[in-house]
């Protein structure tokens, strides 16, 4: 069986930072494109970074630069980074997984998706 869970997401005040986590069952990252994507209330799936099995980094057209993703082979985790985060940043926040290239589409085909974690900033 194969999931990714997710975790770090949180009810915070602006400014603040959070550090998400997707950590893989049963399955090696580095053989994989992972990918961030965010849904806001009454918006589309939003394309946030996909970080390649070449290990580049592109990210979506309206990324802020407060966020940041990386990936740790050694523990087989990836992450996604955030500062000064902002109401605007309210969303549930997914990561995914495929082994063909690189996409910030959430409509490409995915192998695996994340079960989401809840980020609301708020003072």
């Known amino acids: 069986q194969v999931q990714l869970v997710e975790s770090g997401g949180g009810l915070v005040q602006p400014g603040s930072s959070l550090k998400l986590s997707c950590i893989p069952w049963?399955?090696?990252?580095?053989?994989?494109?992972v990918a961030w994507f965010r849904q806001a209330p009454g918006k589309d799936r939003e394309g946030l970074f996909c970080?390649?099995?070449?290990?580049?980094?592109t990210q979506g057209s309206a990324v802020p630069g407060r966020c940041d993703v990386s990936r740790d082979t050694h523990r087989n985790a990836a992450y996604l980074q955030m500062r000064a985060l902002e109401p605007e940043d309210t969303a549930v926040y997914y990561c995914?997984?495929?082994?063909?290239?690189?996409?910030?589409?959430?409509?490409?085909?995915?192998?695996?998706w994340g079960q989401g974690t809840q980020v609301t900033v708020s003072s």
């Open positions: 995914a997984v495929r082994q063909g290239s690189c996409s910030t589409d959430a409509k490409a085909t995915w192998d695996f």
């Open positions: 049963n399955l090696n990252l580095i053989s994989v494109s």
């Open positions: 970080h390649g099995v070449d290990d580049i980094v």
